[in-house]
T-cell receptor
Framework: EAQVTQNPRYLITVTGKKLTVTCSQNMNHEYMSWYRQDPGLGLRQIYYSMNVEVTDKGDVPEGYKVSRKEKRNFPLILESPSPNQTSLYFC?????????????FGSGTRLTVV | AQSVAQPEDQVNVAEGNPLTVKCTYSVSGNPYLFWYVQYPNRGLQFLLKYITGDNLVKGSYGFEAEFNKSQTSFHLKKPSALVSDSALYFCAVRGLNQAGTALIFGKGTTLSVSS
């Protein structure tokens, strides 16, 4: 089944403790993105990647890092999480960057930073 | 600036009645428009898209959307609502970041269908 898989689904952590949210897609898509969803704000792009070793900032990149060492994986790294990063996170992938096929989204990771 | 507006936080309809969820956009050039639906505790699911061609686009689960260039709108419609349509709906437009790959989302509209 074609899908984007995120782990974990739920995570509670403490301020300052480094964490990684994994994302993997099995569709051989070149484009991948991370979004965060907050009430009343919709989804906002954190980082995106056009291919292996090619990443760039989205609209809200502060406090986040990403890497794209393999085509299928696009982990989101929070080096020193803070409470304002409590949110619902989505990873997404696309074969063409949304030009014709849109994006396929993962099921989300609900992160709470206390 | 690129943007998407969903003017209604919530839409309430009775089962069997037609529904409309509104969306307007602002983007330079030809728009690539999308509707996604999010059920509780689930990810976003693709409903339909407009890239070019007919202004009336048909999508999943009986939904359709009407593209109106002069009004810069892309309203989501369904002739007969089901209780199971109750969910959070997002309109999105392909944005022009450095790579042109971002989806810019509206804030979402909660659809509530009552039996």
């Amino acid at each position: 089944e074609a899908q984007v898989t995120q782990n974990p689904r739920y995570l509670i952590t403490v301020t300052g403790k480094k964490l990684t949210v994994t994302c993997s897609q099995n569709m051989n898509h070149e484009y991948m993105s991370w979004y965060r969803q907050d009430p009343g704000l919709g989804l906002r792009q954190i980082y995106y990647s056009m291919n292996v070793e090619v990443t760039d900032k989205g609209d809200v990149p502060e406090g986040y890092k990403v890497s794209r060492k393999e085509k299928r994986n696009f982990p989101l790294i929070l080096e020193s999480p803070s409470p304002n990063q409590t949110s619902l996170y989505f990873c997404a992938s696309s074969p063409d960057g949304g030009k014709g096929y849109g994006y396929t989204f993962g099921s989300g990771t609900r992160l709470t930073v206390v | 600036a690129q943007s998407v507006a969903q003017p209604e936080d919530q839409v309430n309809v009775a089962e069997g009645n037609p529904l409309t969820v509104k969306c307007t956009y602002s983007v330079s050039g030809n728009p690539y428009l999308f509707w996604y639906v999010q059920y509780p505790n689930r990810g976003l699911q693709f409903l339909l898209k407009y890239i070019t061609g007919d202004n009336l686009v048909k999508g999943s689960y009986g939904f359709e959307a009407e593209f109106n260039k002069s009004q810069t709108s892309f309203h989501l419609k369904k002739p007969s609502a089901l209780v199971s349509d109750s969910a959070l709906y997002f309109c999105a437009v392909r944005g022009l970041n450095q790579a042109g790959t971002a989806l810019i989302f509206g804030k979402g509209t909660t659809l509530s269908v009552s039996s």
